[in-house]
């Protein structure tokens, strides 16, 4: 076997080069590997995170910022649309260079990172420990050594699987997605739109994110089991032609968005899971950055004082389970329970919902509330009626 | 015989498909997707989740 590392992150999207960032602070070898040869490419999401979220990443660049979101706009089938104003509620990034940076600072902070590098397996010693990775780059594989896998590997993830995780998703737990990056008008640069209905996206949203400059991330995602083999694209197409008047297609990209299960595994021996890879996304909402990024914060962190206490047995690693889970756990358990009742809404539901949003914000600070706090009183307004405020999600 | 095949122009490399094959046929590789014929089970799955109909189940020529 070739080099030997305290730990190898695969996978360098924003979970991976978090937890590589920690670990190579801390002064331990790590082996960033990410299999496209560039970072942050192909992408596969809407940008927006909340001002907390990003706070994970301690140092803020303001080049990774595209827009600040100061509206939010509901939309139901009947086009009878909420707006409120809501100043602080997030950003909407520029993640090619968001993740690009991200990488770079884990590599000047002393990780290597090697692109084009795409882990196909993993090592077992003789006494069935994980103890190395395969690594295949420009066609050729190689075997490195490793006391730790951080499986930052996104959406599409084997590493987990390689360890005998059964974590596939079944149709009813994740989202069927299609963006576009549109040049259109009309666009309020300044307004997120959420349009809600069982035609326009069954058990998803159609979204409006602008980015600045005319442009925005335009993208539908739904529940492929509730689609009737109707396809994200086939929807979009027809949402994008109804809300704009103009509009010129600049990239698209698909995407599949994993919902958080209870069986999410986060640690299995020496291997962790993080971000996209460990189903780490709000099940309603479908916002991962943040989760990806304290994952893979915690997960670096905890990887840290096992490799400084070498005495630790492989136990010592749950506590990043734990970690994550004490200050996330509640959260994503509340969210997976929303999705369920999500999928069961019907057109009117959604039009009560928001009627009684129009009603309730009109009272209340919006600003103030938080997500979860709007979603209990739409549930004690009517329990039958849940609709999740997905914006203030993230 | 039919086999899963894959139109390479509307794929977005996702890796959505990749996630909910429970029998591990598909592997998003750097160069884009490949599909492992011999552990494919036309079970359909990745087909309903793709979403621009990139995927189908084709006769084999
Ligand atoms: C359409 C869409 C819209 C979204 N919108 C939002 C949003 O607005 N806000 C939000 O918070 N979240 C959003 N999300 C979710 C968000 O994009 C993810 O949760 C987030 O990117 C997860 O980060 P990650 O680091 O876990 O994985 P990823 O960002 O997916 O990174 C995984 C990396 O691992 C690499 N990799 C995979 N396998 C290997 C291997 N074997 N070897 C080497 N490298 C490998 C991949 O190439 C990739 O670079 C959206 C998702 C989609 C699909
Ligand atoms: S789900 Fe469709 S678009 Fe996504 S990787 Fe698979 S074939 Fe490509
Ligand atoms: S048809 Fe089923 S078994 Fe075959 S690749 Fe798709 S999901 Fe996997």
Redesign the pocket.
């Known amino acids: 076997m070739k080099d030997k590392y305290d730990c190898i992150v695969?996978?360098?999207?924003?979970?991976?080069?978090m937890a590589a960032w920690v670990l190579a602070k801390n002064k331990h070898k790590v082996l960033l590997?990410?299999?496209?040869k560039e970072?942050?490419l192909p992408l596969?999401?809407?940008?927006?995170?909340s001002f907390r979220?990003l706070s994970i990443c301690e140092q803020v660049n303001p080049a990774w910022i595209r827009s600040k979101i100061e509206k939010i706009a509901l939309c139901p089938p009947s086009g009878k649309e909420l707006k409120v104003s809501y100043s602080s509620a997030g950003l909407?990034l520029d993640?090619k260079i968001f993740?690009r940076d991200l990488a770079l600072r884990a590599e000047s902070s002393g990780a290597e990172l090697k692109v084009n590098?795409?882990?196909?397996g993993l090592i077992n010693n003789n006494r069935g420990e994980i103890c190395g990775i395969r690594?295949k780059k420009d066609g050729r594989e190689s075997e490195y050594q490793t006391k730790i896998v951080i499986a930052?590997?996104?959406?599409?993830?084997?590493?987990g699987r390689w360890a005998g995780i059964d974590n596939a998703l079944k149709l009813e737990g994740v989202?069927s997605?299609?963006?576009y990056l549109l040049k259109a008008d009309p666009l309020d640069q300044e307004c997120i739109e959420f349009h809600l209905g069982t035609k326009i996206a069954p058990g998803g949203y159609a979204?409006v994110?602008p980015k600045g400059k005319g442009l925005a991330?335009v993208?539908l995602?739904i529940t492929p089991s509730l689609g009737n083999n109707i396809k994200a694209k086939e929807l979009l197409d027809f949402f994008v032609m109804k809300r704009f008047k103009n509009f010129s297609v600049v990239e698209w990209?698909?995407?599949?968005?994993p919902a958080f299960s209870r069986r999410s595994q986060l640690v299995k021996g020496n291997i962790l899971l993080?971000?996209?890879?460990?189903r780490?996304?709000d099940s309603l909402?479908?916002?991962?950055?943040?989760?990806?990024l304290l994952?893979?914060k915690i997960a670096g962190q905890v990887a840290s004082e096992y490799l400084v206490n070498g005495g630790n047995s492989p136990d010592f690693l749950k506590k990043y389970e734990e970690e994550f889970l004490k200050i996330k756990g509640r959260e994503l358990r509340f969210y997976s329970y929303c999705r369920k009742i999500y999928l069961k809404m019907r057109d009117e539901d959604f039009e009560e919902v928001i009627q009684f949003l129009k009603e309730y914000l009109k009272d209340e600070d919006s600003t103030r509330l938080t997500p979860i706090q709007t979603l209990k009183a739409i549930l004690r307004s009517n329990p039958k009626l849940l609709l999740l405020l997905r914006h203030l999600v993230? | 015989m039919k086999k899963l095949s894959l139109k390479m122009d509307l794929c977005g490399e996702?890796?959505?498909c990749v996630a909910v094959c429970a029998f591990e046929s598909l592997d998003?590789e750097?160069q884009g997707l490949r599909i492992k014929e011999e552990l494919c089970t036309l079970c359909n799955d990745c087909v309903v989740f793709c979403p621009s109909g990139a995927l189908e189940i084709t006769d084999k020529e």
């Open positions: 695969v996978g360098a999207g924003p979970a991976g080069s590997l990410e299999k496209h970072v942050g596969c999401c809407a940008e927006a995170v979220g909407v993640r993740d590098a795409q882990a196909v690594m930052a590997d996104g959406i599409e993830s084997m590493v989202d997605a299609y963006q979204w994110f991330n993208g995602a990209m698909t995407g599949g968005v993080t971000g996209d890879a460990a780490l996304v909402s479908g916002a991962g950055i943040a989760n990806a994952s893979g993230w | 996702c890796g959505g998003l750097s």
